[in-house]
Structures are given as C-alpha cells and as structure tokens.
C-alpha cells in the first residue's frame, strides 16, 4: 500500500533526522562545554590563537611584552633599544615568518 | 655628479680646498677611498694624493687617474712629514683637508657641510667630522685628553650610531685628524703639524696650538664620515706601542703643565655612580660636566657598609674620565666636597668647606635629613619645590637653586627611531612599580577611556626590584578589560643609557602621572626629545614643566604620602585628576599637531636652558662664592 510506505518512509526520516539534531545537540552541548572549561583556564591571548587557528589563520606571535608571557623577576637584564623595539612591533602583529 | 650650489647652505662659502690624501701601500684602500671620494660634491677642490713612499703597485696605478695630482716621496716619512710635504705643495690660498686613505665616503654633501661650518665663525680653525666604523659603530664625535693620564680618548667611540653628536657645529678639545678642514688663516699663523711628532698625538697638538693661536676646533655632526681604521699604517703591534709611547711623553713634556692648568677649581665629589639609580645616572653627567667647566674632581662612593644602602659599589664605571676621577687621589681633609645623595649620607662629608646636594619627592624633609642639613656650609636642591620644603621643615642654612640638566647630544629631536609601524600613535611611561609613581591610575584610565579597536597603545616600561612585590598580581588586580586600550609592557629591561633618547624619540607622546618628583630625569629626557609630554602639575619638575611645553595634569590636592619609603613618613604629595588625564590623553591623541608644537617647544627650551652644562656653571659660581 502506497500510502502506508509513505507513511512509514516519513516516520523513518523523521526519526533518522531528530535521532541526527540530538546527536548534533549533544555534540553542541560537549562543544561549549569544552569551551567554557577553555575560557575559564586558558588565557585570552591564547583563546584568541585558537580563534585564529580555527580560522586558518596564523598564531600571534608570542614577545615578550605581555603580561601572560613575562615571567616575574626582579633581576634586570640589560638589551638594546633598537632590537626590544622592533621585536615589541613584530609581536603585536601576526606575520607568517613569525608563526613558524 | 649632482648640482653643488643647490646643495649649498646659505651663506656657504666656495673658497677653494685642496683635499690632502696621504697613502703608503695599500692601494686597495687608496683606490676606494679615491672612488667614493671623487664621486661626491667636489667643487672648487683639488685633490692631491701624498705617496708616502709606496713600495707596492701604489704609484702605477695612481698615475692612472685622471683628475688628481700625485706627489711621490722617495721614502715613508710617517703621517706628521708625509702630510707636511703635502701641505707645503699647496696654494697657500687654499684651505686643505687632511684625509686617511682608510676613509669611505658616503655622503654627496660632506665637504659643502664642513666648508659650512668653518666659514661659520671666523673663530673657528680646525673642523673633524663624526666618524663611523664599517659595522655603523660610532668611532670618534671629538677627542678629550685628561692630564692625569695624557691618553687622548674618542668620544662617543664603539656606541651604536643613533645620530648623538649631530650637530653642526660643536666646540670640542680635540679631533683626530683621519678627517680635519683646517682653515688657511689657522696654517698661515701656526703652520704645519709639529716635528715633535712621528706618529700619533700631533693631532690634538695641533688643536692646542690652534687654541693657543686664538681659534676653536669644532666636529660639524651633519658629516659622518667610514674610517676603516688603522688600514694605513703599519700593523706591528710592537713598533705601533713603541711609537705610541714616545709620542705620548713628547705630548707629556709639551703639554702637561698647560692641560692640568686649565682647572680652576678642585673638589672632592662623593656619591654614587655605579649602580642603576637616578642619583648614580646624574652623578656621572654632573662629573663630566665638571670637568668640562674646569673643575679638578675626584670622586668617592659615599655609600656602602654601614650606610643605608650596605653594597660596595663596583670599581669599573665603564666609562675612561670617571675612572679617571675616581682614581685621582684625595687628601683626608680636602679643602671642598659635595655629598651628592640622600642627606642621611651628609655626615660622611670629609671637606672643609661642607655642601649637601639632595632632593625628595615629598613637600619636606626627615628630621635626620635636617639634622644633617644643619651641619653643611650650604645645601643644594634642584628645585624651588624642594626648597621650600626644606624651609618648611626648619632648615635654617643657606639653600641654593643647582638644577640637573640633559646631555643634548644623546637627548635631541634628531635622533634615529624605530617607530610603531603599525600606525599606532603610542603613549609611553616609564617608571619603578610603586606607591609614588601611580602606575594603577595611568594603566586603569589608559584601558578604561580607548577601545582595544582604536589605533593607539601604551607601552610602558616597568622596573620591578623588589621581591616582596608580584607585579603579574599588582597588575591583574586593576582588572583591566579586554576590549580597553591596549598596552604592553618592557619589564626589568636596562638600556644603556646612550640608547634611551632613541627610545623615547620611538614614542609618540611621554606621560608621568607620579604622585611627587626629586627631579624626573625620563620626563626631561623625553622633553629634550622633542615629545610632548603629560605630567603632574606638582614636585619638582615644574621647575620645567609649563603649559606652554607639555601638559600638566591637574592634581586634586595633596593626600598624605603613604609608601614603603621611610622618607615619606610625616609628609605630603599630590593627588593627580583621573579625570584630567583621561581628558589630556585623549586630547593629545585627537590633536597631534599642537602635542608635536608643544614637544618641539619641550626641546628648544630644554637645549637653551637644562644642560648639564647649565648645572656645572652653576656649581662652579657656588665653588667660587664659597672660596672653594
């Protein structure tokens, strides 16, 4: 009878695509899940690599000028003006040669 | 070759110059020197290559070029003879240019710039050039000779070129003569350089008896010239000591007596040099200072064990004159010293005649202090702020005005930069974490008034030397937003202090919103920068500070000065406006032409009026007054 194969071709298809949106809803659900824990640990810089990441996109470059990056000493180490500056510029902007 | 009088400065005379070359051997470096030479602006010139006697393919091959005149020496007779010779075959009309032949040339218009600065000042005799190692380190902005060691020094030698010594025309002692202009007027009276000499010192020798003569020897800093140095002269090190040796007790014997005769005071300096602090950093400049002005300085550590600050100060202060100075011996009881310090140090003051230099950031001084105070001749301050706050706290000795200054040879508009080439217009601070410098406050407004999406950054350098404070801690505590303005951070990085004027030439605009200031050196050497500057309108530093050069923050009053520091205990200091900095911040961001106006009125008044040169002749008319 070709309304009951219908029927139940319908009813199957029904069932395969709320069986699909509550995998995808409980994919969604481990997935935020997972970026919460990420947002809660993870520091922005690093939220934002992997934005970026996810994305195509390359890393920013880690300097040494942030204070996530920095590690707390009070020893002073000396350096040169011109090579803290252009490696303060670099890190502010993500190039390719610099995500290698 | 390129139009020479459109080139020309105004005024910029074209009397004729014969260019003296002196070369032996080496034709590799002859030959180079002659093409750079001859492929800059040479007009009215000649230009005359002294053989020196070459045994090698030297004199075939000059004879080669077209455009030049060769004199050929049957033997080497060394730089003194070899350049006589030279100087002998030329028009005595003519002004002449001794030059190495280990010299590259890379500037078009350095001979129209020295011609310039000699014609500048009919006083003028000689003029030298800045001159540069092939690597681009400095090598020579003028010479100096201290009378305690008769050992000339560059200055300026082995720092990296960041455009220091640039001016025109500066007044030094001496040059080395790899490149000297000396005027016809300064040879017709004096003549040649002196037989006394084979090799080595007939340079500053010359400079003498031009000064002797009644005329300066200046560097022009707007021509820098390649000095491949040594390139040619013989290289055995031990004939090259030897010579060097004897020319120097030549040197001695001739000039000894007239070079320690030029001090007309002697002083015992004592204070602190060698450590990385802001007593330590002026001391240094105050001492060069002195002895420029004629001041006999030697100077001790006043510090050390048993002082409130125990360390035993390095010997090495990495610079030739202050080990000079310290090295230089002291009677017990010198006729004058100055402590320059905290005055919990003047009791080690060992002159005569006793002077107290000190400063604080608060609006008076510690009982002690006064104490102190009380038993010096006078006391010295840098500001009316300080003072008054000494008369406030009951000083009752004479208090005199001796303000700090800046060496505008490292600290000027025209010094190289490295700038944000993102666009960013960059707010800069530069400060010690602490209670008095009011870090929160400038980071908390900075973040809070721009958005991370606005085109500008503050960047801020941070010392942090004390380990009971966790500056990561200090800093998350102010909570400051994502989305607000961006900063970053140069945390517990000492550039040598040569370097900080491209540092701050680097930034757009300098702020110190500290709650009290002794002096604030970084602020007046941003301003000599030509920044434009935001500060708060109390302490000290209005001495310089003024609506007209920068912009002073508002304070709201002055609130009790509560800081680890046991100085401030009892005293006051200011309470700067967050909301006057948040307004001046963004004001100077959104007009960039009247913050540049301001900053290049910063540098004219700075370079007129805040030298160290300006705080040495200060120092020497207190000396004189005190019959010191």
């Known amino acids: 009878m070709p309304n009951d194969r219908d029927a139940l071709e319908s009813a199957l298809r029904i069932a395969r695509l709320e069986a699909r949106v509550a995998a995808l809803e409980e994919a969604l659900l481990r997935r935020s899940r997972e970026l919460r824990e990420l947002q809660r640990h993870l520091p922005s810089r690093e939220l934002l690599n992997l934005s970026r990441l996810a994305g195509g996109l390359p890393p920013v470059p880690h300097g040494r000028y942030d204070l996530e990056v920095w590690r707390e000493t009070t020893a002073l180490s000396v350096a040169s003006v011109e090579e803290t500056l252009l490696d303060l510029w670099q890190s502010l902007t993500p190039t390719v040669a610099a995500s290698r | ?628």
């Not at chain 2, 035993?312 to 004159?321: A, I, K, L, T």
């Not at chain 2, 300098?510 to 002794?518: A, D, K, L, M, T």
Request: charged share 25%; with cysteine.
């Open chain 2, 1 to 628: 070759m390129t139009d020479f009088a459109s080139k020309s400065p105004p005024g910029a005379p074209s009397r004729k110059a014969t260019l003296l070359v002196l070369a032996w051997n080496r034709w590799d470096l002859t030959e180079r020197c002659l093409a750079t030479l001859l492929s800059t602006d040479l007009k009215n010139t000649e230009v005359l290559v002294v053989d020196n006697g070459s045994t090698d393919e030297t004199p075939e091959r000059l004879a080669e070029i077209s455009g030049i005149r060769v004199l050929r020496l049957p033997k080497n007779l060394g730089f003194v003879r070899g350049n006589n010779a030279g100087i002998a075959a030329v028009d005595p009309a003519n002004d002449i240019v001794l030059l190495n032949n280990d010299l590259i040339f890379t500037q078009d218009d350095w001979l129209t710039r020295l011609r310039a600065a000699a014609a500048s000042d009919p006083k003028i005799g000689v003029v030298g050039a800045r001159l540069c190692l092939p690597d681009g380190r400095l090598l020579h902005a003028g010479t100096y000779i201290l009378p305690d060691t008769m050992w000339g020094q560059q200055i300026g030698s082995l720092e990296q070129d960041l455009g220091q010594y640039t001016a025109e025309v500066r007044e030094v002692e001496g040059i080395v003569f790899a490149c000297a202009y000396i005027k016809r007027e300064l040879m017709a009276q004096i003549g040649g350089l002196a037989l006394d000499f084979e090799s080595y010192f007939e340079d500053t020798d010359y400079c003498l008896r031009a000064r002797d003569a009644g005329f300066k020897t200046v560097v022009c800093g707007g021509v820098t010239l390649i000095h491949d140095e040594h390139g040619s002269t013989q290289n055995d090190p031990d004939s090259l000591g030897r010579l060097f040796q004897t020319s120097r007790a030549t040197f001695r014997a001739k000039w000894g007596a007239d070079l320690a005769g030029r001090y007309g005071h002697r002083l015992l300096w004592q204070s602190i040099m060698n450590f990385p602090t802001g007593y330590a950093m002026s001391c240094r400049e105050i001492l060069r200072a002195l002895d420029a002005e004629g001041v006999e300085v030697a100077y001790r550590y006043v510090y050390g064990p048993r002082t409130v600050f125990s360390p035993n100060e390095p010997e090495d202060s990495e610079d030739y004159r202050l080990n000079v100075l310290s090295s230089r011996r002291v009677s017990w009881r010198p006729k004058a010293s100055v402590v320059y310090g905290q005055a919990d140090v003047f009791g080690s003051n060992r002159g005569r005649i006793k002077i107290g230099y000190t400063m604080l950031e608060v609006d008076g001084f510690p009982r002690d202090w006064v104490r102190a105070a009380q038993k010096m001749a006078e006391v010295w301050v840098p500001s009316e702020f300080n003072r008054q706050g000494f008369l406030d706290s009951g000083l009752t000795r004479p208090i005199q005005i001796v303000p700090l200054g800046v060496d505008t040879n490292y600290f000027h508009p025209g010094l190289h930069s490295f700038p944000n080439p993102h666009g960013e217009y960059v707010f800069f601070s530069a400060f010690e974490w602490g209670e008095r410098k009011e870090p929160g406050l400038l980071l908390k407004i900075f973040n809070d008034e721009f958005g991370c999406d606005e085109p500008v950054r503050l960047v801020c350098k941070v010392i942090n030397r004390d380990p009971g404070l966790k500056l990561k801690e200090e800093i998350r505590a102010l909570r400051l937003r994502d989305q607000g303005g961006r900063i970053s951070f140069l945390f517990n990085q000492e550039f040598p202090h040569y370097q900080l004027g491209s540092l701050y030439r680097s930034m757009d605009c300098f702020v110190s919103v500290s709650r009290g200031e002794g002096w604030n050196m970084p602020l007046m050497e941003a301003m000599a920068c030509g920044l434009p500057a935001i500060a708060t309108d109390w302490g000290a530093h209005r001495e310089f500070v003024h609506e007209g050069n920068a912009y002073p923050l508002r304070v709201r009053g002055t609130i009790p000065a509560i800081a680890k520091c046991p100085y401030y205990t009892g005293f006051r200091w200011a309470d700067p406006d967050p909301d006057h900095l948040r307004h001046l911040m963004r004001w100077v961001f959104e007009h960039r032409d009247e913050a540049r106006a301001k900053g290049a009125q910063a540098a004219r008044e700075v370079a007129e009026r805040w030298t160290w040169r300006h705080t040495a002749q200060k120092i020497v008319a207190r000396l004189t007054a005190l019959g010191a």
